[in-house]
């Protein structure tokens, strides 16, 4: 029913200009062929009428625009250009046309604070943060809808803290935590890790600009050291641990709810703690924190 009523729209695209042109008895040529037409709108202001054609049955991507003005047509066809179809451009520019592919930059800059999963790891309340995606790819399965697909690269950092009942220690390549020796107080211990973000989203709408996203990130650890701070009588003491044996690849889920351009919420399960049991610490986090898009 809803393609047979666009088959009518179409006819009567058409017919308009023959019954503007009416009282001129020569045969009018055919302005366009458009077969199943995803959407027709007709718009009329300052005298000018506007029939924009969006999608056909071969080509979610073609528009077609006819204008009357003054007693003068008018008509311009947005073709499917490869050139176009894979050209740079930001999301929040408006060029007439929606894209299927287009490239984005500086999304998803988040701030969390990381909370061990499990009692039991011996981890306190962490800070990370970074860019989620420094650079987007982004695909628009549906012409229609805003249902989005999104593949990028980013950078972030953590620090991971832990309790001041037990220190770590490093040797022979193997990072342990346990307690101190007598005599000494534990002042800080912590590990941090800087890594790359390799994500893939999808993005759904709920209301308007209001969208949820899901989905995957390979991390890859780039660098990381280790260090304690431990009090002796009445002097501190800081060990540095160089050359960890963390997981070069791991990976984490995460959720994000929030506005286009604006503040939202996202969450991140590290399901993988960053070592292996021989060469670290066993703990795995979930990061609460904010997101926001420029």
């Known amino acids: ?27 009018t040529d055919t302005v366009a062929s458009i077969v199943n037409p995803q959407s027709v709108v007709i718009s009329k202001k300052d005298g000018t009428t506007t029939i924009t054609v969006s999608g056909t049955e071969k080509d979610p991507n073609y528009k077609y625009k006819f204008e009357i003005q003054n007693g003068l047509a008018a008509d311009t066809v947005v073709g499917n250009s490869a050139e176009e179809e894979w050209g740079m451009s930001l999301p929040f520019l408006k060029n007439g046309r929606r894209k299927s592919f287009f490239i984005s930059w500086g999304e998803d800059i988040f701030f969390d604070v990381v909370l061990p999963s499990s009692k039991n790891s011996g981890m306190r309340a962490s800070i990370e943060g970074g860019f989620g995606r420094l650079v987007s790819f982004n695909w628009l399965p549906i012409a229609t809808s805003d249902l989005k697909i999104t593949f990028g690269i980013g950078t972030s950092a953590r620090k991971i803290s832990f309790n001041h009942d037990k220190r770590l220690y490093f040797n022979e390549g193997h990072l342990t935590l346990a307690a101190p020796i007598s005599g000494e107080k534990v002042k800080a211990s912590s590990i941090y890790e800087s890594e790359i973000r390799l994500p893939l989203m999808l993005t759904m709408p709920i209301y308007k600009s209001f969208k949820v996203s899901l989905g995957a990130v390979g991390i890859l650890n780039v660098y990381s050291d280790a260090s304690s701070t431990v009090k002796r009588d009445d002097s501190k003491f800081k060990e540095e641990y160089k050359g960890l044996h963390q997981r070069i690849l791991n990976c984490e889920f995460v959720g994000t709810l929030g506005f286009d351009d604006a503040l939202g919420v996202t969450f991140h399960y590290r399901p993988v703690s960053d070592f292996g049991r021989a060469y670290g610490p066993d703990f795995k986090t979930l990061s609460v924190g904010i997101t926001c898009n420029f």
């Open 1 to 27: 029913m809803k393609n047979n009523m666009k088959k009518l729209i179409a006819i009567a695209l058409l017919m308009l200009p023959m019954l503007v042109f009416s009282q001129n008895t020569a045969p």
